[in-house]
């Protein structure tokens, strides 16, 4: 019993597709953060020309009021003008982050919208379960591999920095073009070198986030066969089911005996009952068929009905393995039926339907 409880098996494909649609799947943070950060950084530099056109303009911008008064309607002017231009700078750099924040979560889960997140858990509110979860050891470990990551982005980019800081005494020499130029080499190769650091982070942290989110869905053996029972069926809820419909069949078998032409038995085991009507049906049909109880009422309708029974074993027995409810009979048993049929007809001086 307690092996039934250990959780030692794989999440099924329900119980993946259950949790997903309460909006718990797999998702690295960091594989967010790095696909943004390379939009961003494509971004940047497609709209670093433009950038750089724009600190220019407002460079000479500034130079051309050397001198100027500074009043209330210069200083709305600048204000204006200043925010003009940093806002062309920025909203579209600010549009290709959000985008790339949206794209780098459809594509480690895929488009998923669900409410259940946003449905009111006012469990969450409990201060002391709060306070558990603040200092559980999953938040430790949480708090521990950012530490650890700010401080490997943070150690490298400032080994980088520090040696960019030596040229600066030259580079304040430099015009402003040549300047800029510099600028644009040195971010080049800190992104380049912090995206490196950031893309082994993500794999890493997304091989993690996808290994424990897998294990936190494994099931135990019993929850499998609970799962397997609730798509299949109960099992006594299906038999009571075909129970049902076995006998709602042979009640409209049983209505049918009334219009058989025979019924043919072997004589107490076997009961099946034919009808023939040469006009709608291209050979006899069996209408009803049963052993032992049922056979017996076969027999019991065919009599309070004035049909006749004839007794023919190894046709019965025949005609009950090969033939189901409402078939027409087989071609090799066409003679052996025909004769009944013609015994029947002759006996009872009935003609032909």
Known sequence: MADDQEKTEEATSKKIEDARKEGNVPKSQDMSAFVTLVVALGAFLAWLSFIESRIIYLYHYYQSLIGT????????????????????????????????????NVMQTGF?????????NFGKLDPIKG?????????????????????VVMGISYFFLWSFTKELPTVIYFPLPDQMAWLKEKMLILAAVILIILLVLALADL??????????????????KDEYKQMEG???IKAKIRQIQMQMTRKRMMQEIPGADVVITNPTHYAVAI???????????????????????IKEIALNHHIQIVEN???????????NIGELIPENLYKAVA????FVYKSSKKSYP
Do not use: W
Request: aromatic fraction near 8%; include cysteine.
């Open 69 to 104: 008064e500074i009043t209330k309607e210069v200083t709305f002017q600048i204000s204006l003008i200043s925010l003009r231009e940093v806002v062309f700078m920025v909203i579209p750099l600010a549009l290709a982050v959000a985008i790339a924040g949206i794209l780098a």
């Open 112 to 120: 998923l919208f669900t409410t259940k997140p946003l449905m009111p």
């Open 313 to 323: 074993p190894p046709l019965a027995r025949e005609l009950y393995k090969k033939c």
């Open 207 to 224: 091989m993690l986030v996808r290994f424990n989110y897998f294990k936190e869905l494994r099931m135990s053996k019993q929850e499998v």
């Open 234 to 236: 109960d099992p006594k």
């Open 131 to 151: 306070f558990k979860n603040l200092f559980s050891l999953k938040k430790l470990i949480e708090t521990v591999k950012t530490l650890l990551k700010v401080s």
């Open 339 to 342: 004769e009944v049929l013609a």
């Open 275 to 297: 009808r023939y009507h040469q006009d709608k049906e291209a050979a006899p049909k069996v209408i009803a068929k049963g052993t032992d109880l049922v056979a017996l009422r």
